[in-house]
């Protein structure tokens, strides 16, 4: 049943990895809406505090995608049998608003993950798009997990604590995530999403 863990760990989590990659596409959607987070103020360091990579169209998208993934994944998990009747039964009746407001707590999180990694690696002299390993690839599941459990009591009481809790689902998050995000990112780079391919 191992394998099964692996598979329930990653799709409890899309809504942190789709909100992860949604930057990319609402660069590409509302090009004119790119307000920097930091507003070009400068730290004392004489570099920016984030940078013209963190805009508020970046958050607020991520925001967007968790939601909407997280109102996916209600819809489908009825159809996908990875799913036992008690899993089910446990999240039947959540209000699609509750699901919504669940999804965009978690994505907003993982972005501000990404934003506060740019600001330590601002301060370590790394530019724009340089590689920071294995940070790169962690900011957001941290302050993903964070976001679950603020937004665990949306949901019913129970499901998603008892879900993030075993222990194949945070290593396997953990762990498995480094691998997605530079194979996500490669892809989106091949695509030309992407300036460079980490």
Do not use: C
């Amino acid at each position: 049943m191992g394998w099964l863990r692996i598979l329930d760990a990653l799709w409890l989590f899309l809504p942190a990895y789709v909100a992860n990659m949604s930057p990319v596409f609402s660069a590409r959607l509302l090009p004119r809406w790119k307000a920097p987070i930091d507003g070009g103020r400068m730290h004392r360091d004489g570099r920016r505090a984030l940078g013209d990579g963190k805009t508020w169209r970046g958050l607020a998208g991520g925001a967007l995608a968790g939601g909407l993934m997280a109102l996916l994944m209600a819809t489908l998990a009825p159809l996908l049998p990875v799913f036992s009747e008690e899993d089910l039964g446990r999240s039947e009746g959540a209000p699609w608003a509750l699901v919504f407001g669940f999804g965009a707590g978690v994505g907003l999180l993982a972005l501000v993950g990404d934003a506060v990694e740019s600001y330590f690696k601002r301060r370590r002299g790394k530019e724009r798009g340089a590689p920071w390993i294995p940070f790169d690839q962690l900011d957001f599941v941290v302050f993903g997990y964070l976001g679950v459990l603020a937004g665990a009591p949306l949901l019913p009481a129970g499901w998603v604590l008892d879900q993030y809790g075993d222990p194949w689902v945070f290593g396997t998050v953990l762990l498995g995530t480094p691998v997605l995000h530079l194979l996500v990112n490669r892809i989106g780079y091949w695509l030309g999403l992407k300036e460079v391919p980490w």
